[in-house]
T-cell receptor
């Protein structure tokens, strides 16, 4: 159990366009999902916490108008990178919190490689 | 050790050896810890977790040790295999908070 999927796995877009990334928990309901960004050879940087039915909580320095997060159901959260620029190129990873058993274990999706030309 | 810039600490072992990956955590209020394995180009994969009321937990070929006195966590992998080659991250959680704080990661290289 505890499988998280992400789509697309990789995307290449032109500068100025918007890109939507989907994160789904496949076999459990996740009231909380998380979006991370990861640069090569570095650790995961938390961008925002996505709560079902409410606004996302963004980490300091993350532009909420640029990285739009929607958590419309207990199994789906989306991240939209608006007006993407080359500096937004990165590996974006989502995770879903599995609260069963009283733990705060996060299970991760496979990641999305975004390249902005 | 600490990573500097883009250089991850690296542990190189021979196939069949036992590997020990260490992690120092910073917050004494952390009460839940997780080890993740991340292969190149993939998302982190849950390996094993431990709560602060325990000092040892075993899984299949893996053991996590927790020393709260010195805020130290380790992951032991028995009979390391080439497929174990990856970056390993520790993560800590404070009760009541949903977020995890990740360590810098250690790259494990297993040679046949």
């Amino acid at each position: 159990g505890a499988v998280v999927s992400q789509h697309p796995s990789r995307v290449i877009c032109k500068s100025g366009t918007s890109v939507k990334i989907e994160c789904r928990s496949l076999d459990f309901q996740a009231t909380t999902m998380f979006w991370y960004r990861q640069f090569p050879k570095q650790s995961l940087m938390l961008m925002a916490t996505s709560n079902e039915g409410s606004k996302a909580t963004y980490e300091q320095g993350v532009e909420k108008d640029k990285f739009l997060i929607n958590h419309a159901s207990l199994t789906l959260s989306t991240l939209t990178v608006t007006s993407a620029h080359p500096e937004d190129s990165s590996f974006y990873i989502c995770s879903a919190r599995d609260g069963r058993g009283g733990t705060d274990t996060q299970y991760f999706g496979p990641g999305t490689r975004l390249t902005v030309l | 050790g600490e990573s500097v810039g883009l250089h991850l600490p690296t542990l190189s072992v021979q196939e069949g050896d036992n590997s020990i990956i260490n992690c120092a955590y910073s917050n004494s209020a952390s009460d839940y810890f997780i080890w993740y394995k991340q292969e190149s180009g993939k998302g982190p994969q849950f390996i094993i977790d431990i709560r602060s009321n325990m000092d040892k937990r075993q899984g299949q070929r893996v053991t996590v040790l927790l020393n709260k006195t010195v805020k130290h966590l380790s992951l032991q992998i028995a009979a390391t295999q080439p497929g174990d080659s990856a970056v390993y991250f520790c993560a800590e959680n404070i009760k009541g908070y949903s977020t995890l704080t990740f360590g810098k990661g250690t790259m494990l290289l297993v040679s046949p």
